[in-house]
């Protein structure tokens, strides 16, 4: 069982920056493929950014890339996304997920846990 907990989003100018936290509970962190998903009203949960057990793979939205950095640290358990220059189309609910296996890390379907959300609001 892992338990995630979101923190870092927030209102803020477009241009600007934010960096997401997603804390882990438990002792096998680093055995978790992790994911950033996002859910803006109306619309679907879409795929932001996944990286792999050690950091090795690292996957981005075409849309984020170049903007959106995902990293992990291990022994701090969390895993962050880092976010310049949002756009007001980047508004959404942001979500944590861990996957313990799967072949799709970029399909929401493959995640076992999720986090509760943290919403990332962008002003034009």
């Known amino acids: 069982q892992v338990q995630l907990v979101e923190s870092g989003g927030g209102l803020v100018q477009a241009g600007g920056s934010l960096r997401l936290s997603c804390a882990a509970s438990?002792?096998?962190?680093?055995?978790?493929?992790m994911g950033w998903f996002r859910q803006a009203p109306g619309k679907e949960r879409e795929f932001v950014a996944a990286?792999?057990?050690?950091?090795?793979?690292?996957d981005y939205k075409n849309s984020v890339k170049g903007r959106f950095t995902i990293s992990r640290d291990n022994a701090k358990n969390t895993v962050y996304l880092q976010m310049n220059s949002l756009k007001p189309e980047d508004t959404a609910a942001y979500y944590c997920?861990?996957?313990?296996?799967?072949?799709?890390?970029?399909?929401?379907?493959?995640?076992?846990?999720w986090g509760q959300g943290t919403q990332v609001t962008v002003s034009s």
């Open positions: 438990g002792r096998t962190f680093s055995s978790y493929y």
């Open positions: 990286i792999s057990w050690s950091g090795g793979r690292i």
């Open positions: 997920a861990a996957a313990a296996a799967g072949s799709s890390y970029t399909s929401a379907r493959t995640y076992d846990y």
